[in-house]
């Protein structure tokens, strides 16, 4: 019998709860195993060799694709690892146009890999449609990455606009939808070819794990990155497959837990008078608000915020006693990081200058905490 097409939340709450008819398990088993017995020579059980495929990770992999509304997911080691199998689609000679404020670790990868291999990344203001019209128009142009909301500036694109433009340009469009995830932001199915994800964040949800993952639109495409991740082989391992499963399962929960407090903390410290500017896009002066609600769920759990004095920022961070300073971001604890030492530093300063990653810029991810705790901490160290 066809099981009813249910909700997304309630197809992530059973991820795998079905995937053993063996034992009838809930939670899907962990096949921490390398390598599968053949039955017969020239028989296979579906499963060889576990960098080709491995049911753990298959079984993630599904959820991944049944979540985003992809033809087939890949599960890779880390984000950078899903960004840098779809890279590897492009050649020399190729350009591909991508967000000018992007996570420093994807900057890094495009310069300092990327490039000296003849991929020339090309950075736009990927929030300004015309801005990457201009881009595209350069017959070189391969391909959109784009990041949306951006890492940390919280810039947000038009991404059905901006699908429309690689179409007409021949251009794949490829989302880094870390930030929002297929909860609350639907790349694909505003027109995106390829989704990346670093999974560590909101997907696998608790500060336990580093893993990636890439979500094909096509059935070509997903055939190209399936090949890439066997032939370069930066899998995600079993344990960690099955860490990144079991957070999918509350990733609606966690998200709107974590939205709400994200949109109380945002419009408290834009009342605040050491408070210079804050970007989230929940607020109502921030421009991609309008594209986040015609589109999607909402503006998710990032704030970026700038304090009037940068000499304060080592205080802050020493002070706080409820947020955590650390790197990352989409866990269920709330980080406070400082973008132009720790996540952006890849990026030349007089580039951070331009962008607007300032020395006065803090970027908190906001957790599932009690909504006063994380008030009372920034009120105390602000
Ligand atoms: C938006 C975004 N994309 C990709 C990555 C890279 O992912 P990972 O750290 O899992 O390699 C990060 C990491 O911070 C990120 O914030």
Redesign the pocket.
Known sequence: MTPPRTALATRLAQAGSRSDPATGALSAPIYQTASFRHPALGKSTGFDYSRTANPTRQTLEQALADAEGGHRAFAFA???AA?DATLRLFAHGDRVVVTEDL?G??FRLFESLLRPHGVEAVYADTSDTEAVRRALADPRAKALFV?SPT?PLLKVADLRALAALARGAGALLIV?N??LTPVLQRPLEQGADLVVY?A??YLAGHNDV???AVVAASPDLADRIGFLQNAAGAILGPQDAWLTLRGLKTLPLRLAAQQANAQTLAEWLARHPRVRRVLYPGLPDHPGRAILLRENGGAGGMIAFEIDDPARIADILAGVRVFLFAE??GGVESLITYPAVQ?HADIDPATRARLGISDRLLRLSVGVEDVRDLLADLENVL
């Open positions: 880390s984000g950078l960004i996570y670790g994807t990041e890492n880094d870390t930030f670093s560590t964040k580093v893993a990636g990352s971001l996540t």
